[in-house]
C-alpha cells in the first residue's frame, strides 16, 4: 500500500498538485479506507489532469486500477477509489469548504512540501 500512495502522490506532483498529504486511517474502525490521499488543485481542467495520471501511473507501475471514480461530471472534488486508498482531488475552494483533513486531525497524516515529494 505505501508503494501504491507514493505512486500517487508523484502522479499528484507531476500535474502540479498542491497541499498533498496521505492520511493513514489503519488504526481507525470503521474508516472507508486504511488511507487517504488529499491534494488541492486550481482549476477543474487540473483536477482532471490530475486524476488522468494518477489512473495512468497507477496501471502502469502497480497494474491497480480504482473500482470506481466519482466526481468527474463538475471536476470539484473528485474521490477515486483504490479499495484500501481513497484519493481525494478537490479544487481549492472546494476543499476549503469541507475541510475533509480536519475530520481525520487524530489520524498520523504525512504532509507533502512542494519539491520533496
Known amino acids: 500500500m505505501t508503494e501504491l500512495i507514493e505512486t500517487i502522490v508523484e502522479a ?4 502540479k498538485g498542491r497541499n498533498v498529504v496521505a492520511i493513514d486511517l ?4 470503521g474508516a472507508a479506507a486504511e488511507a487517504f490521499v ?4 486550481d482549476s477543474p481542467a487540473q483536477v ?3 486524476v488522468r495520471n494518477v489512473e495512468e501511473q497507477a496501471i ?3 497494474d491497480e486500477k480504482p473500482r470506481r471514480v466519482e466526481g468527474m461530471t463538475n471536476a470539484t472534488w473528485v ?5 484500501d486508498v481513497m484519493v481525494h482531488i478537490f479544487h481549492t475552494e472546494t476543499r476549503a469548504f469541507y475541510k475533509l483533513d480536519e475530520l481525520w486531525a487524530d489520524a498520523p497524516a504525512k504532509r507533502y512540501e ?3 515529494f
Open 114 to 116: 512542494e519539491g520533496n
Open 60 to 62: 502502469e507501475r502497480h
Open 26 to 29: 489503519s488504526a481507525i474502525d
Open 38 to 41: 488529499v491534494c488541492s488543485a
Open 79 to 83: 474521490v477515486m477509489d483504490y479499495y
Open 12 to 15: 499528484i506532483a507531476d500535474k
Open 48 to 50: 482532471e489532469a490530475i
